[in-house]
């Protein structure tokens, strides 16, 4: 079983950068489908980059040109960087991937963004 664990989150400016990590407890190598997602009070969960194992990555249209998701083989650790950021982004983020037995998610990060 795949256990994911996110961090980097916390309060920050409009305008400024933020790093979000995604500790993978196995290959990530071995994962087919690399995710995050955020879910604002009110609102459904909504995709916010994907990453496949083939193909370019994919992006919410609101993210587009500001976040992007990388990984480290090395390390097994996904990130999701966050430039520009505005209020309309603060949400918990949750990553999410899939693997030939099923998908996981980790419990979330808070990120706020706000003057």
């Known amino acids: 079983q795949v256990q994911l664990a996110e961090s980097g989150g916390g309060l920050v400016q409009p305008g400024e950068e933020l790093h979000l990590s995604c500790t993978i407890s196995?290959?990530?190598?071995?994962?087919?489908?690399l995710q995050w997602y955020r879910q604002a009070p009110g609102n459904q969960r909504e995709m916010v980059a994907s990453m496949l194992t083939r193909g370019p990555s994919d992006y919410l249209d609101s993210v587009k040109g500001r976040f992007g998701i990388y990984k480290d083989n090395a390390r097994n650790i996904l990130f999701l960087r966050m430039s520009n950021v505005k209020p309309e982004d603060t949400a918990v983020y949750y990553c999410?991937?899939?693997?030939?037995?099923?998908?996981?998610w980790g419990r979330g990060t808070q990120v706020t963004v706000s003057s």
């Open positions: 196995g290959d990530i190598l071995a994962l087919d489908v």
């Open positions: 999410h991937v899939k693997d030939s037995l099923g998908e996981y």
